[in-house]
């Protein structure tokens, strides 16, 4: 009976022993399990409750730099870390990681974009739409906006409006570079009367934004496409084709309708979308052309005395207007515009979030096993940081159009109209729009800055006071 009893209490004994045993084991593995299933995040602060960082990230600073914001979290994170921007957000100033996100849109990560912009351009928009709705109008914009029409229909348009806005200018006359560039910027809405009207609204609705999203709500900015001033002029323009008294090439609205029969909701996605980004792009980039020159004499002279040559050229061939022949000469304008668009920063950050569980593994990062992006979670990508960055350009703050000359502007190095699948369509236009005006701006004015005022970026790049100057007329005889 003992020995039966110790053989039971042994018994208990090793069963117990193996139960502790397993439990033991299946804790530690629980344990093992839940650690490798925790994201592996960058180093970062979400910073305060419900706002994160997001007032820090959005402060004033100078677009020539990358923020005080930026520079302090990347000196002390690194070139990618986490923070909480409007929700959890990845940041990055790293140029291989951002390259990675771009390339894998519409796969990993997609188009993220504030409740305000989606808001004000509609969810149909160029601007707003991803996928295969944005390869459609991606591709209808890029073939209306082809060398070909560049060369033989916006030349034209975008030579006229330049001697429009100059022509109005009076020796010693003191204006704002910033009005004048939004006169220039507003050349699209190319019919009569309707250009002050489309000017005002860009410039009104570029601004909001930029803006936080509850500004808009309580400022009650919501635009209808369908109802807003353009949707209007829009209409007024379709029964002129109607009636026979607009030929139906003329402009792009009347190409969408007569080439591609496109419906008018589609068209006026279309029209919104390039009418918004090329506004603010060619207004913003060609008031900073004229805040850079004004403190750099020995570009402008250096601009001036290669605008001098075309137009004696342009003279001797017995013609009265530019052609694409002396766009392609102007080898120093385009170092300018490079130069302009590098420095300016007019698009600071693209924003991206992740649409799968993505794990990154790069020579930047910290953390030898790589990082890990939740699903869900935003990515910053500051492009700013590219044109800034010491190692690829020599003292990357200061204006210096000659570091271009015999360098191509590699879509690596340079980045001020976006990249990947989103690259801009409206692109070449907006330079050539750029060497265009500064042909006959050097050609029959100089001119002085009233104040030294450098810009700000908030997140958009803006003039506070309007870039006051004062003109002054050039005797070419």
């Given at each position: 009976m003992e020995a039966h009893i110790n053989s039971i209490d042994l018994s208990s004994l090793s069963l117990l022993l193996l139960l502790l045993v397993l439990s033991s084991?299946?804790?530690?593995?629980?344990?093992?399990?839940k650690r490798k299933s925790r994201p592996n995040l960058p180093p970062g602060s979400m910073g305060w409750p419900f706002i994160g960082e997001t007032f820090a990230m959005l402060k004033y600073h100078s677009p020539f730099s990358l923020g005080r914001y930026l520079e302090d979290h990347t000196h002390r994170y690194g070139?990618?870390?986490?923070?909480?921007?409007?929700?959890p957000t990845i940041v990055?100033?790293?140029a291989a990681f951002n390259r990675f996100i771009l390339q894998n849109e519409g796969r990993l990560f997609d188009l993220s974009f504030p409740e305000t912009v989606r808001r004000i351009f509609g969810e149909r928009s160029l601007l707003t739409l991803s996928g295969e709705g944005h390869k459609e109008l991606r591709s209808i914009a890029l073939k209306f906006l082809?060398?070909?029409?560049?060369?033989t229909r916006f030349l034209p348009d975008v030579e006229h409006n330049v001697l429009q806005v100059i022509n109005s200018w009076k020796d010693g006359l003191c204006i704002s570079g910033t009005e004048e560039a939004i006169k220039h910027g507003a050349w699209k809405a190319r019919n009569r009367g309707h250009k002050g009207k489309i000017c005002q609204f860009l410039a009104r609705n570029c601004n909001r934004a930029s803006q936080f999203p509850w500004n808009s709500i309580l400022e009650g900015s919501q635009v209808s496409i369908s109802d807003c001033e353009i949707g209007r002029i829009v209409d007024l323009r379709m029964e002129e084709i109607r009636q026979g008294e607009t030929k139906g090439d003329s402009d792009m609205l009347c190409w969408c309708l007569t080439e591609l029969k496109l419906p008018k909701e589609k068209i006026l996605d279309l029209l919104l979308g390039l009418l918004f980004g090329?506004?603010?792009t060619s207004s913003v980039a060609l008031s900073l052309t004229i805040f850079f020159l004004g403190h750099c004499p020995r570009a402008f002279q250096e601009l001036r005395n290669e605008h001098i040559g075309i137009a004696r050229k342009k003279t001797e061939r017995g013609a009265t207007n530019l052609n694409w022949e002396d766009y392609k000469q102007m080898e120093f304008t385009h170092c300018v515009v490079k130069e302009t668009l590098r420095l300016g920063n007019i698009v600071k950050f693209l924003n991206r979030k992740a649409i799968e569980e993505v794990h990154y593994q790069g020579k930047s990062t910290i953390n030898i096993e790589g990082y890990d992006i939740p699903r869900g979670w935003k990515v910053f990508l500051v492009i700013s940081s590219l044109h800034l960055d010491g190692s690829i350009y020599k003292d990357p703050q200061e204006f210096n159009p000659w570091r271009?000359?015999?360098?191509s502007a590699s879509t690596v190095d340079l980045m001020p109209f976006g990249g990947g699948q989103r690259l801009c369509p409206g692109a070449e236009l907006t330079k050539m729009e750029l060497a265009i005006?500064?042909?006959?701006?050097?050609?029959n004015y100089r001119w002085e800055l009233r104040n030294n005022k450098e810009p700000t970026a908030f997140p958009n790049v803006v003039f506070q006071e309007g870039l006051p100057i004062q003109v002054f007329k050039i005797n070419n005889n």
């Open positions: 084991i299946l804790f530690l593995y629980g344990k093992q399990g070139k990618i870390f986490k923070s909480n921007i409007g929700g990055s100033t790293d082809s060398n070909d029409k560049l060369r090329g506004f603010e271009w000359q015999n360098k005006f500064l042909h006959h701006l050097v050609l």
